[in-house]
């Protein structure tokens, strides 16, 4: 059964260093999401991406955090100076078409130390 | 304000016997999915309602969504210690445009 894979499982970095979470979505879905999730709270909406550009973003979602789809399978998420804060699971997701579901990826755990 | 609640917040409760999670908001979905999301790993599709009234089986999960499409439960009958797990609620809104709002999820613990 298709699904959405995400690279690396775990990471840890050190406060200021730029961190790139990797993922692949389903192959023919079209739309992209992340998510994240800090222990003990909920799954909050970081950003979707359709047709190579964003077409929504949280406030979390700040000049921080960017986002790319560097070729034909790759959706990649980048903090370019990371924080304590962002420490979190993150979640990619797809779905084939707008307002239809979306699957998520097992996670990258983002330990900022 | 809660944009989606999720009740209750704890469940306990003996293998074989039933119950129902709900998941209340007070403005009207476009769509609505629940979860289930075991520690450490990503929220795993159960059902998508789209449709006010409609009714999803699922062997024992029995899904319903609202006439006014503000409200959902999860029926889960003769439950396992198997069914142990957070179910997470997750609603789109017209206002809001395709992104996800999740509730704060029920954890729900069966003992055999």
């Known amino acids: 059964e298709p699904e959405v894979t995400q690279t690396p499982s775990h990471q840890v970095t050190q406060m200021g260093q730029e961190v790139i979470l990797r993922c692949v979505p389903i192959?023919?879905?079209?739309?992209f999401y992340w998510y994240r999730q800090i222990l003990g709270q909920k799954v909050e909406f970081l950003v979707s991406?359709?047709?190579?550009?964003?077409?929504?973003k949280s406030e979390i979602f700040d000049d921080q955090f960017s986002v790319e789809r560097p070729d034909g399978s790759n959706f990649t998420l980048k903090i370019r100076s990371t924080k304590l804060e962002d420490s979190a699971m993150y979640f990619c997701?797809?779905?084939?078409?707008?307002?239809?579901?979306?699957?998520f990826g097992q996670g990258t755990r983002l330990t900022v130390v | 304000t809660q944009l989606l609640e999720q009740s209750p917040q704890f469940l306990s409760i003996q293998e074989g016997e039933n119950l129902t999670v709900y998941c209340n908001s007070s403005s009207v979905f476009s769509s609505l999915q629940w979860y289930r999301q075991e520690p450490g790993e990503g929220p795993v599709l159960l059902v998508t309602?789209?449709?006010?009234?409609e009714v999803k089986k699922l062997k024992r999960l029995t899904f319903q969504f609202g006439d006014a499409r503000k409200d959902s439960s999860l029926h889960i009958t003769a439950a396992q210690p198997g069914d142990t797990g957070l179910y997470l609620c997750a609603g789109r809104y017209m206002e809001y445009g395709n992104k996800l709002v999740f509730g704060a999820g029920t954890i729900l613990r069966v003992k055999s």
């Open positions: 991406f359709y047709n190579n550009e964003i077409s929504e």
């Open positions: 309602v789209v449709t006010g009234g």
């Open positions: 997701a797809s779905s084939s078409q707008m307002n239809t579901e979306a699957f």
């Open positions: 192959s023919n879905h079209l739309y």
